[in-house]
């Protein structure tokens, strides 16, 4: 009943662009908090970028800040994360994921840890390379 499903993975050479895209179902994304992970062979789940409901705050992993743009459009229930100057070690599995946080938080940052989310995508791949 409640879903998120990611799309727009694919294999990419190394300095090109993907934009990945999280449609929810079942419920509204308006009042949720967003984040992308990601998840390599052999590597524990990181969190990429996570942003709030309102205001929409963001939080960028050091390795990709600059490079990542995390957004949402409620109208269309979409999350949307552009990926600009992909490296390959940015190839992982990438997953969205919905999360009810409270009005008080420490910040996005502190938050942006898979703790925090209770909804979450099946993934989907992201390969860089020549």
């Known amino acids: 009943q409640v879903q998120l499903v990611e799309s727009g993975g694919g294999l990419v050479q190394p300095g090109g662009s993907l934009r990945l895209s999280c449609v929810a179902s079942?419920?509204?994304?308006?009042?949720?908090?967003i984040g992308w992970f990601r998840q390599a062979p052999g590597k524990e789940r990181e969190g990429v970028s996570c942003?709030?409901?309102?205001?929409?705050?963001?939080y960028y992993a050091d390795s990709v800040k600059g490079r990542f743009t995390i957004s949402r459009d409620n109208a269309k229930n979409t999350v949307y994360l552009q990926m600009n100057s992909l490296k390959p070690e940015d190839t992982a599995v990438y997953y969205c994921a919905a999360g009810a946080w409270g009005p008080i938080i420490p910040s996005v940052q502190a938050m942006c840890t898979m703790s925090s989310f209770g909804s979450w995508g099946q993934g989907t791949q992201v390969t860089v390379s020549s």
């Open positions: 079942g419920f509204t994304l308006d009042y949720y908090a």
């Open positions: 942003i709030n409901s309102n205001p929409g705050s963001t």
